[in-house]
């Protein structure tokens, strides 16, 4: 099993941006396909963007296209999401896991922000 460990989250004013990074325990990771995903308060858990094991991009949440990007360093067992232009509504614990049945979730990293 891969471990994953979130980092990165904390507060923000909108408008502001922030860095989240995922580390992987295994380099069997890097044959995965990785997605991050958020659970806002009173909401059920979504996923926000995933890319494939090289790179390449599968999906971005709506919401979040043109100031979200995911990526990875597979050198790094790491993988990123950098999110721009904040707002509230994006305020969420945020989780990387698997795009493909994901499982075993941790404890994510809280994002929170103000106007």
């Known amino acids: 099993q891969v471990h994953l460990v979130e980092s990165g989250g904390g507060l923000a004013q909108a408008g502001e941006s922030l860095t989240l990074s995922c580390v992987a325990s295994?380099?069997?990771?890097?044959?995965?396909?990785m997605g991050w995903y958020r659970q806002a308060p009173g909401k059920q858990r979504e996923l926000v963007a995933a890319?494939?094991?090289?790179?390449?991009?599968?999906y971005y949440l709506d919401s979040v296209m043109g100031r979200f990007a995911i990526s990875r360093d597979n050198a790094k067992n790491t993988v990123y999401l950098r999110m721009n232009r904040l707002k509230v509504e994006d305020t969420a614990v945020y989780y990387c896991?698997?795009?493909?049945?994901?499982?075993?979730w941790g404890t994510g990293t809280l994002v929170t922000v103000s106007s």
């Open positions: 295994k380099s069997t990771y890097r044959i995965m396909a």
């Open positions: 890319l494939r094991p090289d790179g390449g991009i599968i």
């Open positions: 896991n698997q795009y493909v049945n994901p499982k075993d």
